[in-house]
């Protein structure tokens, strides 16, 4: 994604991730969620990002998928 686009991507993202968590499908939320992590961290905002990846991995824990190991590697472990 290009750095000087990513604000476009935010919103889109943050719809998709409310819808997921509503459907209840976890593993299709931490997906978005990983996603956002990733377009936050590309703008410089570490907290946010660190926030998301952490989520997502707790949520890829919950389903199992070895995913989760993607979204720690981001958090650096």
């Known amino acids: 994604m290009r750095a000087d686009r990513s604000d476009e991507a935010v919103a889109p993202l943050n719809e998709a991730a ?3 968590r509503t459907c209840g499908a976890p593993e299709e ?3 978005i969620l990983l996603l956002r992590g990733d377009v ?4 410089g905002e570490r907290e946010a990002a660190e926030a998301d990846w952490r989520t997502a991995a707790e949520l890829y824990d919950r389903v199992g998928s070895p995913s ?3 979204a720690r590697e981001r958090l650096g472990g």
């Open 40 to 43: 936050a961290a590309g703008r």
């Open 68 to 70: 989760a190991r993607t």
């Open 29 to 31: 939320q931490a997906g």
């Open 18 to 20: 409310g819808l997921m």
